[in-house]
Nanobody, 122 residues
């Protein structure tokens, strides 16, 4: 059973930056499609960014394009989300997720972390 542990959340002012990390309990994450999701208060969870297994092809929701960057270090079994120019609308619980098969984060993930809270406020 794969376990995912997120870290790096916190309180930041608008325009600031944070880097989230997600460490998986496997020797390598090369063969997992992995992504970041978020859930804002009173809203449904949404996909933020996705990194495809093997190719590491990346995709983003329109709201974060140009501001967020998803990267991975498979040798360290760690997924990252660099978040720049943060806005109050980016506030929410950020979840890391992974699956073994398929290139899309949008059609269901197998494994989920417990989330890390990001609050963007002055």
């Amino acid at each position: 059973q794969l376990q995912l542990v997120e870290s790096g959340g916190g309180l930041v002012q608008p325009g600031g930056s944070l880097r989230l990390s997600c460490t998986a309990s496997v020797p390598t994450t090369t063969y997992y499609t992995m992504g970041w999701f978020r859930q804002a208060p009173g809203k449904e969870r949404e996909e933020v960014a996705c990194s495809v297994r093997i190719s590491s092809t990346r995709s983003y929701v329109d709201a974060v394009k140009g501001r967020f960057t998803i990267t991975r270090d498979n040798a360290k079994s760690t997924l990252y989300l660099q978040m720049n120019n943060l806005k109050p609308d980016d506030t929410g619980v950020y979840y890391c997720a992974a699956k073994r098969l398929g290139p899309e984060c949008s059609d269901g993930m197998e494994y989920w972390g417990i989330g890390t809270l990001v609050t963007v406020s002055s």
